[in-house]
């Protein structure tokens, strides 16, 4: 077995994101195109295990799901202005079938408004056909020029579910789209990822949006990850792509839609949340395997100990545990706690002579490595409630931390202070001018994420950190991805 030197998520998480996700197979940055990379099968099985939570939350909410082109056409790319202005630097462009020269470039999405516009256009008769929801988890291009960074900013996102909805009046699109961030709070909730839902700026919402709604997290080196947005787009798409329906009074009118998507960067926050210095800690219901179980064999028992483990194998495949039984004779009990370890399995479980006697399980649970013995017959019962006490001790954990790197502060300096040493999150007091907002940004050497929807920070009787006029929002800056 290879010998793997450890780096510590605690003090290095660049690197350890970097070391641990190829060594604990889960995405593989070796292809030889920049900014791509490839899902190996235990980095599959948790991305389809996420793909499947994300489709039943969707599911249920009267999302449908569809397929679209991965080619758009360049004149449908086109249509609305604030959306190809923002996205042309960013495009690949397919140019040639063979040798010959395309008439019309096509593009590979960057993202699909343009495409479900147009089609949009076909589907939507009358006033009966809305609202119309449906969703595709496919993967998108963006020639990105910053620096690649696995899984966070890749030129192939390789699992984007971007959903389309289109609706009668701007009021059923902003239900929509609270609907769309109450969606997303159980999904980041089931993955114990905490959150900071904000308002993006103006000058930072999406290209074509009336406005955008961002979910960001704070990774371990105190730069926050978006993670989801969900966006009103108004007419603007509508009007762009003239798609129109009859109302009850037989006239015509635009339709509102909104957008929202979630990326692989939810995967990438899962892993460097939850993880540590020994490796990936996985949450047990999204974990591709759940338990492992490790015999302890010693002379003259070797039987009794691989008879009892099978037995146990085979009750807990029966009560539809994913879990693994792993027999290997030529590596020793402890290279295997390592290797599993490693991968984040959330529980294992040990059988040796001792337990034989005692008619026992040894215990040890991956999120605090602590162990206990536990009675063969209650062994069931005590593996579903540790799966549950797991999950809620990673919730707590993960949303501790956040919480404790969020600083409320009315001086530039201090706030400069939490952004740049103390890897927080600031939040201070603006009076919503852009101006100010940027000179925010330029003062703390961070990124605006917003005005907080989440949290009610009380704004009377304060001042603009920049400009000293009244305060109209609290806004949240930090160092971001
Ligand atoms: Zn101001």
Known sequence: MVEISRTKWSTDFSKWFRDVISQAEVYDYRYPVKGVGVWPPYGMKIRNNVITLMKRLLDESGHEEVLFPMLIPEDLLRKEAEHIAKFEEEVFWVTHGGKRPLERRLALRPTSETAIMAMFKLWIKDHTDLPLKVYQIVNVFRYETKATHPMIRVREVTTFKEAHTAHATFEDAERQVKEAVEIYKRFFDELCIPYMISLRPEWDKFAGAVYSIAFDTLLPDGRALQIGTVHHLGQNFAKAFEVTYLKPDGTHEYVYTTSYGISERVIAALIAIHGDDHGLVLPPHVAPIQIVIVPIPYKGVE???????????????????????????????????????????????????????????????????????????????????????????????????????????????????????????????????????????????????????????????????????????????????
């Open 303 to 481: 039987k009794e100990v691989y008879k009892t483990c099978e037995e146990v194998y085979k009750e807990l495949l029966k009560h539809g545990f994913r879990v693994v039984y792993d027999k290997r004779e030529d590596i020793t009990p402890g290279e295997k706690y390592y290797y599993w370890e490693l991968k984040g399995v959330p529980i294992r479980i040990e059988i040796g002579p001792r337990n034989l006697k005692e008619n026992t399980a040894t215990i040890s649970r991956r999120d605090t490595l602590d162990r206990k013995d536990i009675p063969l017959d209650r062994l069931i019962y005590e593996l579903k409630k540790l799966m549950d006490d797991i999950k809620q001790s990673l919730y707590d954990r993960a949303w501790k931390w956040l919480r404790s790197r969020v600083g409320i502060v009315e001086d530039i300096e201090q706030a400069k202070d939490i952004v740049t040493k103390r890897q927080g999150v600031a939040v201070v007091p603006w009076c919503g001018s852009e101006s100010c907002g940027l000179e925010i940004e330029e003062r703390t050497e961070g990124r605006v994420l917003g005005v907080p929807l989440d949290e009610k920070y009380d704004v009377k009787g304060r001042r603009c950190i920049i400009c000293g006029r009244e305060a109209k929002h609290m806004i949240r800056v930090c160092k971001t991805y």
